[in-house]
């Protein structure tokens, strides 16, 4: 995950951790803003992006529907209403926040990393084994 966003998401759970709720609500939604301008996804509104996101295919259904919890949580409290927000209802926000994160950025990078793994071992493997499989199997 990008350092700025990863900075920001920390500082959210910060706030959360001193009962800064707003503010943590607020943070977690500039991560999510922040995130999809790093997909490259930079023009429109925050819903917009949420939704394009999704139509690149680097969202699935529920983690949109997360990112868009998120956004309603932010505005309620960016947007100058004084809406109180509970203990408990910054902490979902939150942990919504990180599921994003998860979609965006963390899944894909463990999937390239274990590619990445299994492709130097594939290489390590001497020439007299490579593609031999214990009898009956395919050696795909």
């Known amino acids: 995950m990008p350092a700025a966003i990863e900075s920001l998401a920390v500082e959210a759970h910060d706030c ?12 977690a939604r500039a991560v999510v803003e922040a995130s999809a301008k790093e997909k490259g996804v930079t023009k429109g ?6 939704d394009e996101l999704h139509k690149l295919g680097l969202l699935r259904g529920h983690i ?8 309603f949580g932010g505005n309620e409290v960016a ?18 926040m990180d599921e994003v994160l998860n979609e965006l950025f963390q899944s894909p ?6 590619r990445q793994r299994r492709l130097e071992r594939s290489q390590a493997v001497p020439e007299s084994v ?11």
């Not at 959360?16 to 943070?27: E, F, N, P, Y």
């Not at 949109?64 to 956004?71: L, P």
């Open 130 to 140: 490579k593609g031999t499989a214990p009898e009956g199997q395919p050696s795909t």
């Open 45 to 50: 509104s925050l819903i917009a992006k949420i």
């Open 16 to 27: 959360l951790t001193i009962k800064a709720d707003r503010a943590a609500v607020a943070l």
């Open 109 to 114: 990078a463990r999937v390239a990393r274990a």
């Open 79 to 96: 947007h100058g209403d004084l809406t109180p927000v509970d203990h408990e209802a910054a902490e979902e926000i939150l942990t919504l």
């Open 64 to 71: 949109k529907e997360a990112a868009h919890e998120v956004r």
